[in-house]
């Protein structure tokens, strides 16, 4: 792990792996895209309104798993300081916030037709804009203090004061079963939805998770950068104070 | 022709899907083209700061102690 | 135990000597409530139906604006570092400000809420509930409030950001407050809502004096 402390080696890797991800990102997307839109059935029950579910169940899982992303790398750069870690927590931050807003919306956008009602305050759909609160919070919050590692470190506790929420959304439509419907595809036991909704459903998801990858490694590299330039001004700032001065001390 | 409205009518949730496609799409091609377009400014910022003070660059090309 | 019984009673002595905070807060609360017929009409019946949601979010709201006088003066004047520095752990040290802050607070926010309540003409069944709800949940609030506040310590725009982090991990203490006098004015059982309330004190009791003496800890390195 800490070979990838270094962030020059860091830097190498991304370098490497990126055009890998995008690729993989373009192609997963492309064919979701097509097996969703175009080769796959309109529901039974629910038509062709269906058809937004290649959308908005996949930015659902991206969301959260943005979320654990940040809440990981910020426990690892509470216990193990790892410097890496909590730039990755930065960077995720963005990434989880778009996934959750395409999701509330593209919900709202199903529900309209589906429930009738474009918003509903049953326990799924209350504890996923939570969670954009929680992103909001946090990004507010690491960009609030002069000292960026200040940010970093209070941003670490909040985003793990967070996460009592993920169990919440993820078990909510478990325990109170108001109005979202309940899980199909992570059942235990075969996933009870058809094939040929299943595989494009799985392959936006892989889509959205390489996706993640890519502008993750993008937000990281920025991050590193940033820090860099941080520190050439902190040297440029104290070698013009530690300059003697050209005045001689009047006699 | 008619083949093709009548899919884009997608069974008259033409006004749901597709707004849900666009932005979507927007929302995620935009953070990509924003993240890209800050990480290029400030490599840009990075590169001119390293020229201006000669003598870090050997320093500072494997970036470690910019970590401190 | 001592030494948070020590910490109870100066902060509390710090409090009284101000003596305005308490009086601020509960005045808050019972002029934003008294907004409340005037905005949404002072029919009884809808008055009484959104009165355990009135109630509630404005206890929240006002038990919010005191929390940055938690930490903030201390931060400020130097003696945070002072009582970092003894051998007391910070954390006990954050557990014995919470409660002089909620004693200041919330008790007294309890005790302006049924006032309040026939203000609102909430059901009479309604009424051991609320103080209940208020029993467990106002200390809840006092202690996640607690650790925004360390959160925010010298950062930019702390009052208004400390509102944004704090106000979501609030909204489990606010949906099952609400949601046992709900019940009990509907003569449904309240036990598992008010089981539930306790188990988030609890679960709060544990875990935010760490997180918040984890960022007492950063503000001040």
Redesign the interface.
Known sequence: MHRFANPARFLRLAAVIQPWTALATVLLIGAGLYLGLIASPADYQQGETVRIMYIHVPSAWLAMACYSTMAISSAVGLIWKHPLADLTARAAAPVGAAFTFVCLVTGSLWGRPMWGTWWAWDARLTSMLILLFLYLGYMALVNAFDDPNRGSKAGAVLALAGSVNLPIIKFSVDWWNTLHQPASVSKLGMPSIDPAMLVPLLLMGLGFTTYFVTVLLIRVRTEIVASKIRAIRMTQIHAAHAAPTSEPVAG | MDILSSYFAMGGYAGYVWPAYVLAAAVIAGLLLVSLRELKARERELKILQELSPGRRGRSRDGSEAQG | MFRLLEIIRRDLRLALRQGSDSVMVVTFFVLTVVLFPFGIGPEANILERTSAGVLWVTALLASMLSLDRLFQADYEDGSLELLALTPTALELMVLGKVTAHWLTTGLPLMVAAPVLAVLLHMNADGFVTLLLTMLLGTPTLSLIGA?GAA??L?????GV?LS??V???Y??VLIFGVGAIDAAVQGLPSQSHLLILGGQLLAALA??PW?AA??LR??L?
Not at chain 3, 154 to 158: I, K, M, P, Q, Y
């Open positions: 650790m959160l925010v010298g950062a930019r725009r702390g950001l944004l982090l106000l979501p991990l909204v489990p875990l935010t997180a984890a960022a950063q503000a390195e």
